[in-house]
């Protein structure tokens, strides 16, 4: 990896044990249509939140795979809180869906661009999307319902597809998805999405832009949608461990 594109590029914070690269969202873009365009070795980007900490908490496959990151940006805010109480200002909030839109606009029709994941048809919706909108060149299309069995399959089409940016909604098993087949896949940069793929084939709206100002956005989904819910005690969870962890000095590295 060029050391212009590792995450020493940045200072960090120490957040439950995961470094929090102290950057804004404009820089985040910036870092990652670089990596894009290197085309070096394939780099992954996680956009960290509560509930990814909070199962990875459980899970070591996951943990590690989060600890491999390139790059690891503040996407909810409660990222952003437990870094403050550590003593550490981050510029903000790095929101995946947010990222995803500056990459694909700052890439245009250079950026050859594979969509993974959400249900069927709602990749190609994306796709079909961010080349009216941007003129992103598609490398690719696979909705996220697919087989154990076909993973191999879907592997191989992605890396030949000879995409510079994957971008991955495949849910909670995104990030270890990417780590784990990150050099078949090939893919200069990968990064996991969520639910932003629904977002930008227009299948969900997004929450309301003083949700965005105010760090609210993700109890806006949660108490509109029931389908939710079970998410909350991962927040309870994530506040008592921050708790708990006794941050009370500055953990600034970079």
Known sequence: MSPALSQASFATADVLGYRVARCTLEEAAHWGLR?????????????????????????????????????????????????????????????????????????????????????????????????????????????????????????QQVRESRAQLLIAGLGEGQELFLHRHRAALA???????????????????????????LGLEWLWRVGGDPKRWYRLPRLVRFALLVQRSGLERPTLSG
């Open 35 to 155: 990596a894009a365009f290197d085309g070096a070795l394939p780099k992954l980007l996680v956009t960290l939140n509560p509930e990814i900490i909070v199962r990875a908490e459980r899970d070591a496959a996951l943990r590690d795979a989060l600890h491999h990151a390139d790059l690891t940006v503040a996407d909810g805010v409660g990222v952003v809180w437990a870094a403050r109480r550590a003593g550490v200002q981050l510029p903000g909030r790095v929101p995946g869906v947010e990222l995803m839109t500056q990459l694909l606009a700052r890439g245009g029709p250079a950026l050859r661009v594979y969509f993974l994941g959400a249900r069927p048809g709602v990749a190609e919706r994306a796709a079909a999307a961010a080349r009216a909108r941007f003129g992103t060149a598609v490398a690719g299309v696979q909705h996220g319902f697919f087989r154990s069995d076909d993973v191999e399959k879907v592997v």
């Open 187 to 213: 893919a200069p940069l990968m990064i996991g999405v969520g639910g932003a793929l629904d977002v930008l084939a227009g299948e969900v709206k997004r929450a309301p832009r003083w949700t965005h100002q």
